[in-house]
């Protein structure tokens, strides 16, 4: 069957451990989850339940309640330049959005690209019937249009970006933006934006596809309100896409989710309209986090580290000769010390670990310090003795 041909992610296994080692009683410092310490909004908490009494609790359309795909729709035209309106947007959660977006674009056996690293983007790809196919970013994660163009055959149907990028936090920048866009248009490809940490830029602008004239018509924008408001736990974001592909979407959302709940679209309109605040505050304390974690990484001999513009994941490489599986289960056992393997990310991923600084400072810099001791122990074994 289908999904039994899904490719297991190596984080599955590592969160197998993890649970695993807790239940016998270790303490184990988990810098691999891509979840913030910080609460929902109370704003939007308190939203959720005043709708509830007001008696939100039955079905809603399926592409969503109309006042909040209005105030998405402003949010992207005001802050990012997107040319949208209500009846282009559908309100469902992030990752159903790339899986509505990946069958409603190609068919059994269509190529779909993917960069290399990049979030888990082939799973849901094999889920729809299609093949992944990785194209190399260069070594400092930016975009290599060369790369891309090798990579297209003619079954090629769709082209993955995200920015900022899941596990690197590189933001693509306007010209690699518009040379993407360029290849898509000459090679009828569609482009599927996963933007879900737009919100949380720290360096440079973010620049998304469907504002800039060459991506009109042909990009969905996918985005989420798990990172911006804090609402992990809520499964709630939305799509931006064209008329036609748009219908599409809201057909998926109508066989599978239904619609998502009312009480939590209209917590999630509250938020558009009351908690931006909430957004800033998040983000420069994720931007506090990230300057100490990369501070601390950087004065780590045998690593090396690339600053990230956006999200709130560091991807370091290692010099260590072993693969990243290893290297993150054996830091696991050792040191209690939880990250994620690069090679979850594609085959580039190899050599690197994913470590989020999502957790208070204390926390980074311990975790800092389990793992330059770590690495001290192994480089000294891996080191050959003299005859």
């Keep these: 069957m289908r999904v039994d041909e899904i490719s297991e992610s190596p984080i599955l296994s590592l969160i197998d451990r993890i649970f695993e080692l807790r239940q016998q009683g270790s303490e184990i410092l988990g810098l691999h989850i891509g979840e913030p310490d910080f609460d929902t909004p109370a704003g939007i908490r308190s939203a959720a339940a005043r709708a509830m009494e007001e008696g939100f609790t039955h079905y809603g359309p399926a592409q969503g309640m109309l006042d909040l795909r209005e105030a998405i729709a402003e949010r992207l035209h005001r802050l990012h330049g997107i040319p949208v309106s209500a009846s282009d947007v559908v309100v469902l959660p992030g990752k159903l959005a790339i899986y509505a977006s990946l069958i409603s674009t190609t068919d059994p056996g269509d190529e779909v690209l993917l960069p290399d690293p990049t979030y888990l983007f082939e799973q849901p790809v094999q889920l729809v019937g299609a093949h992944p196919v990785y194209f190399p ?16 055959t003619p079954r090629s149907r769709v082209l993955i970006l995200t920015s900022p990028s899941n596990p690197t936090g590189r933001l693509l920048s306007r010209a690699e933006v518009q040379a993407a866009l360029e290849i898509a248009r000459v090679h ?58 748009r219908a599409r979407l809201v057909k998926v959302v109508e066989h599978t989710l239904t619609c998502v709940p009312p009480f939590v679209q209209r917590a999630c ?31 780590i001999p045998g690593l090396e580290v690339l600053r990230p513009a956006g999200a709130f994941y560091i991807f370091p490489k290692y010099r260590i000769p072993m693969s990243s599986v290893e290297f993150c289960n054996r830091l696991l056992e050792a040191e209690k010390l939880a990250v994620v393997p690069g090679v979850s990310f594609g085959p580039a991923g190899e050599s690197h670990f994913r470590i989020s600084f999502t957790g208070p400072v204390a ?5 800092a310090r389990r793992l330059r001791r770590f690495l001290e122990a192994t480089s000294a074994s891996s080191v050959p003795h003299p005859i």
């Design 137 to 152: 970013l260069r070594e400092d994660f930016s975009f290599d249009p060369a790369a891309l163009e090798r990579a297209i």
């Design 188 to 245: 009828h490809l569609t482009v599927v934006s996963d933007e879900t940490y737009e919100a949380l830029v720290y360096e440079g602008t973010h620049v998304a596809p469907a504002s800039l004239p060459e991506g009109v018509g042909r990009v969905v924008t996918i985005g989420s309100f798990s990172k911006m408001f804090a609402m992990t736990g809520w499964r709630v974001g939305y799509a931006v896409a064209a008329p036609a592909l």
């Design 269 to 299: 309109l509250w938020g558009l309209r009351n908690a931006e605040g909430d957004v800033v505050r998040f983000r420069e304390e994720l931007r506090h986090r990230r300057d100490r974690m990369c501070q601390l990484l950087e004065e």
């Design 363 to 367: 926390s980074l810099e311990e975790g």
